[in-house]
């Protein structure tokens, strides 16, 4: 498809249950990122791939949090021993990035996670 | 770290009035101001973005401003429609260090037929 991809569109997690959401960016961009969107908030930087290399993972709320993208393109975010707090919409983002140019992020649909 | 702030949480206008949505942040170095518009059960979706070389822009029924002086950003809509109707969210981000956005808390906007 053209756009982000991400799936599953919904999931359900009993607590200390483990979870990986999964994200296929737009073919080509280099730019991916994980984002956290409370109900009811904006989206929260989790963390940020620049082609296979995570650059930024200052976002991720606690060492439970896990984020990779081996090979530069698919990227599974996963979350262990999930708690009620996890539940959240995670949404990716990619972007085509040029010349350290901010070029346009576009998001997918994202995951609804619910914890219970 | 950039503090994005946004104004007002609702926003309740009839269908063809303008509705006006403002932002202010606190990083001088952000230089690129994107706005989304987010309906149910998706992703944001792009709408309009502005850089910091440049005070206003235009899109149709959209337009953005920019006051960099005063660390503020505003999103205007003319002739509103029902389909305008979504949570409208503003982000700011810097060239260098963080790439990340910094989005504000949103803003729901309901347009009256």
């Known amino acids: 498809g053209a756009g982000v991809s991400q799936s599953p569109r919904y999931k359900v997690a009993k607590r200390g249950q483990d979870v990986a959401l999964r994200c296929d960016p737009i073919?080509?961009?280099?730019?991916l990122f994980w984002y956290q969107q409370a109900l009811g908030q904006g989206p929260e930087f989790l963390t940020y791939f620049q082609n296979e290399a995570q650059l930024d993972k200052s976002g991720l709320p606690s060492d439970r949090f896990f984020a990779e993208r081996p090979e530069g393109s698919v990227s599974t975010l996963k979350i262990q021993r999930t708690q009620q707090e996890d539940s959240a919409v995670y949404l990716c983002?990619?972007?085509?990035?040029?010349?350290?140019?901010?070029?346009?992020?576009?998001f997918g649909q994202g995951t609804r996670l619910t914890v219970v | 770290g950039e503090n994005v702030e946004q104004h007002p949480s609702t926003l309740s206008v009839q269908e063809g009035d303008s509705a006006v949505i403002k932002c202010t942040y606190s990083?001088?170095?952000?230089?690129?101001f994107p706005w989304y518009k987010q309906e149910l059960g998706k992703g944001p979706q792009l709408i309009i973005d502005?850089?910091?070389?440049?005070g206003e822009k235009k899109d149709q029924r959209i337009a953005v401003t920019l006051n960099k002086t005063a660390k503020h950003f505003s999103l205007h809509i003319t002739e509103t429609q029902p389909e305008d109707s979504a949570v409208y969210f503003c982000a700011a981000i810097r060239v260098t260090g963080r790439r990340a956005l910094t989005f504000g808390s949103g803003t729901r906007l309901q347009v009256q037929p």
């Open positions: 502005i850089r910091s070389n440049v």
């Open positions: 983002a990619s972007s085509l990035e040029r010349a350290r140019r901010n070029t346009e992020a576009f």
């Open positions: 073919s080509g961009h280099v730019s």
């Open positions: 990083d001088s170095a952000s230089n690129y």
